[in-house]
């Protein structure tokens, strides 16, 4: 007789299908009812919106409109390209400093010592109140300064969840891993990274409504280019139809970003899935 | 002839003001169960932790097979009361993961996985995810990726404490058949007189802050054994009233 013939039987069947929380994967009535909010609102402003303001609460149809015009001569996509240019940029150099930065400072004493003052401090004070600065500092209105503020506005979540993870490791997992002498690369690779990934995604998460912002509030303050300018430039003639269209694009940047971030997610991370 | 493996002369531990043991001594010898009891608080998770070089003692020494222990060995392994699985690896990896620091080549780590895995029953969850498992699977789990290493020194910290009675007594059953096919020198820490009583051929009973050695009882129940044979045999209601005797003394001193 083998070991396992004894028993083991009525342990298997009590097997756990993760159904905890389920209420947080979308079933097809959820979406009906996100849908159908939106077409509600939409609806309302439609209708009632004109009768309020006339000038500012012009109705959907008259943004789709505007989209299509903006996309027939060409603005949008030229606005829209500009700022992905600064988006991309600026995040990426978030993303790689705040993560060689958030993951140094979590594992050594020195290296937290030394950024933290500074990163509290910078993240304390209003972004937006230091983009004049950047500006000048880069003594230029190019996309070097505008990428430098969506970097700024995007590193610090992705910073100091990278070191939150990083500190958070499960003592109990890390007396695991020394009691099966690992070496201190396994050690990165078994425990510490992938016990900070969910932090990480998380910062990264909370990095895109940062990054989007700076990079709308770059284009406001430094040179007047991308999506930020149309914006500006057709409020100014009170053209709100146009107006709107940059900013449901920004919108819907966002909801896509955030989309590939927990599709990222579910790849990297699959053990995750409990959560969900 | 008795060989001592592991050897603990004088250890003293003291986390600040607090002395968890002091000048205890203890000799596990080759191929026994050495179940230590004692009321929680005893220091004897401790002392299992000092045993493989996880924390250092304050005073005396702990060796094994006659050289002092400094840091993990490779031919000592432990289970926790954790579990301590690795929620991002699937059930093989986890198994896997002790065989692969060894630096054993690809081909052993995958015949030692999938031995082990099916020794403790687990054939067919290598691809499931910890927290897909019952506590029990997941304690096999863990028991699996000790054995894969195949110790000489298996260190038990109170492994089946957080199970429910059932699947508790079926895993100490399947405990006791490792130990028949294949003995090894076990060191077992539980607050289980029952556990103790079944599992170990002596039991140190040990005394509540600061910890030191009340007695050393030998288990005089003859292998091989069952929870269900031990439970049954005469000697079992001695052992455990006077287990719990010892106990119930330090209870009142607690």
Redesign the interface.
């Known amino acids: 007789m ?3 013939e ?3 039987e ?3 069947a ?5 159904t905890r929380s389920g209420w947080r994967r979308l079933r097809p009535g959820d979406w009906a009812v996100r849908i159908g909010t939106i077409a509600l609102l939409l609806g309302v402003w439609e209708l009632f919106g004109p009768s309020l303001n006339k000038l500012i609460l012009r109705p959907p149809s008259d943004i789709v409109r505007a989209f299509f015009e903006l996309l027939g001569n060409g603005e949008l996509q030229e606005a829209l390209g500009q700022s992905l240019r600064e988006l991309v940029g600026g995040f990426a150099i978030a993303l790689v400093l705040g993560l060689v930065l958030g993951i140094a400072s979590g594992r050594w004493r020195f290296v937290y010592n030394a950024t933290d003052p500074l990163v509290s401090a910078l993240y304390s004070v209003p972004s937006v109140a230091l983009v004049p600065l950047i500006a000048v500092a880069f003594k230029s209105f190019g996309d070097p300064p505008r990428i430098a503020t969506v970097a700024l506005f995007a590193i610090f979540p992705i910073l100091i969840n990278a070191q939150q993870g990083v500190r958070n490791v499960d003592r ?2 890390l ?2 891993a ?6 201190e690369r ?1 050690l990165w690779t ?2 510490i990274v ?2 900070a ?1 969910p932090y990480v995604l998380a910062g990264v998460r909370l990095a895109i409504g940062r990054g989007l912002i700076g990079m709308i509030v770059a284009e406001f303050f430094i040179g007047l280019v991308g999506l930020g300018y149309l914006i500006i430039s057709y409020e100014n003639v009170f053209r709100i139809d146009r107006m709107f269209v940059p900013v449901i694009v920004v919108a819907t940047m966002g909801i896509l970003l955030m989309g590939f971030v927990q599709w990222v997610e579910g790849r990297v ?3 995750l899935k ?1 959560d969900q | 002839m008795i060989v001592d493996r592991i050897v603990v002369e004088g250890a003293t531990k003291r986390y600040a003001a607090v002395t968890v043991f002091d000048g205890l001594e203890l000799a596990v010898r080759e191929r026994e169960t050495l179940c230590i009891l004692g009321p929680s608080g005893c220091g004897k998770t401790t002392l299992l932790r000092a045993m ?1 070089g ?1 924390v250092p003692l304050d005073g005396g020494r702990v060796s094994i097979d006659g050289s002092k222990v400094t ?4 031919n000592v ?2 289970v ?1 009361q ?1 579990f ?1 699985l ?4 699937r059930v093989g990896d986890n198994v896997a ?2 065989v692969e ?2 630096g054993l080549p690809r081909t052993v780590v995958q015949e030692r996985v999938a031995r082990y895995i ?6 067919g969850f290598e691809r ?2 910890p ?4 506590g ?2 997941q304690q096999r789990a863990g028991l699996a990726r000790a054995l894969a ?1 195949e110790p000489d020194i298996l260190l038990m910290d109170e492994p089946f404490g957080s199970l429910d009675a ?2 508790r007594e ?1 895993l100490q ?2 405990l006791l ?2 130990y028949q ?1 294949d003995p090894r020198t076990m060191v077992f820490i539980t607050h289980s007189i029952e556990e103790a009583i079944s599992l170990g051929d002596r039991i140190l009973v040990m005394t509540s802050r600061p910890g030191r050695v009340r007695e050393l009882i030998g288990v005089d129940i003859p292998r091989p054994r069952t929870v269900e044979s031990v439970i049954a045999h005469p000697r079992f209601l001695e052992l455990r009233d006077h287990c719990w005797r010892l106990l119930r003394e330090q209870q009142v001193i607690a």
């Open positions: 083998t070991f396992h004894v028993g083991v009525v342990e298997q009590r097997v756990v299908v993760p109990q997992l007396e695991v020394r009691s099966f002498n690992t070496s396994r078994d425990v992938p016990s990934t991370a699959p053990w409990r | 493989h996880l840091a993990p060995r490779r392994a432990m926790f954790h301590g690795f929620p991002w690896k993961y002790g620091l060894a099916e020794l403790v029953g687990l054939g499931h995810y927290h897909q498992l019952s029990g699977m290493t059932q699947t079926i059953d399947e058949r490792i096919r």
